[in-house]
């Protein structure tokens, strides 16, 4: 198919490490990307990761690429209440064109 | 500091009116992007310009036109014709030649129906 998908809610406890999993379609896709929303505000990009690495990491974030699969994580070390948002995951197609996911809201109980 | 700036952030639009959302970067991207954003859903591709005076349909550019006449630039008119027309619009731009270069994105637009 054409979507990317992604569950559409997550919640953890403050402290808790929290995983976002997206699948996407197209395994000639360069680029997939981690954009967060927080609420009435555009999209802040967070990480991005080119699609012949396995992992990249970047102080709380990893981000884990199965390209096999096409499937793609993001885990938040020591989530924080200013985690939570919105999260959206993204391919970039061979065109240049970005796909997104409909967004995981992710919520952070105290 | 650079930057993506959309205005509004709140627009109203009554029956029958066009309206037209303003986008402008000074990042010395080459490629700007518009999208729409309903409640739960993704964000969906209206148009996009990779240079100036050249622009390209999306996926749902049906309602709507854009212009491109400057590099900074890239406003969206939001037509008479678009029947469904209240959402959050967001706007985006990129280095186009480099595949490795993410879309920056603006704060967005709210249109709302009267």
């Known amino acids: 198919g054409e979507d990317v998908e992604q569950s559409l809610f997550l919640s953890v406890r403050e402290g808790d490490s929290s995983v976002i999993n997206c699948t996407y379609t197209d395994s000639s896709s360069t680029y997939l990307y981690w954009y967060k929303q927080e609420p009435g505000a555009g999209l802040q990009l967070l990480t991005y990761i080119f699609s012949n690495m396995d992992m990249k990491q970047d102080q709380r974030l990893t981000v884990l690429l199965n390209k096999k699969d096409k499937h793609l994580s993001l885990r938040i070390a020591d989530t924080q209440t200013g985690d939570s948002a919105i999260y959206f995951c993204?391919?970039?197609?061979?065109?240049?064109?970005?796909?997104f996911g409909k967004g995981t809201k992710l919520s952070v109980k105290p | 500091d650079g930057g993506i700036t959309q205005s509004p952030k709140y627009l109203f639009r009554k029956e029958g009116q066009n309206v037209t959302l303003s986008c402008e970067q000074n990042?010395?991207?080459?490629?700007m992007y518009w999208y729409r954003q309903d409640p739960g859903q993704g964000l969906r591709l209206i148009y996009y310009?990779?240079?100036?005076?050249?622009?390209q349909k999306g996926d749902i550019a049906e309602g709507y036109s854009v212009s491109r006449e400057k590099k900074e630039s890239f406003p969206l008119t939001v037509t008479s014709a678009q029947k469904n027309p209240t959402a959050f619009y967001l706007c985006?731009?990129?280095?186009?030649?480099?595949?490795?270069?993410?879309?920056?994105f603006g704060d967005g637009t709210r249109l709302s129906i009267l």
């Open positions: 985006a731009s990129s280095i186009w030649n480099l595949s490795n270069q993410p879309q920056h």
């Open positions: 993204a391919e970039r197609r061979s065109q240049g064109n970005l796909i």
């Open positions: 990042l010395n991207h080459d490629a």
């Open positions: 310009s990779q240079i100036v005076n050249d622009f």
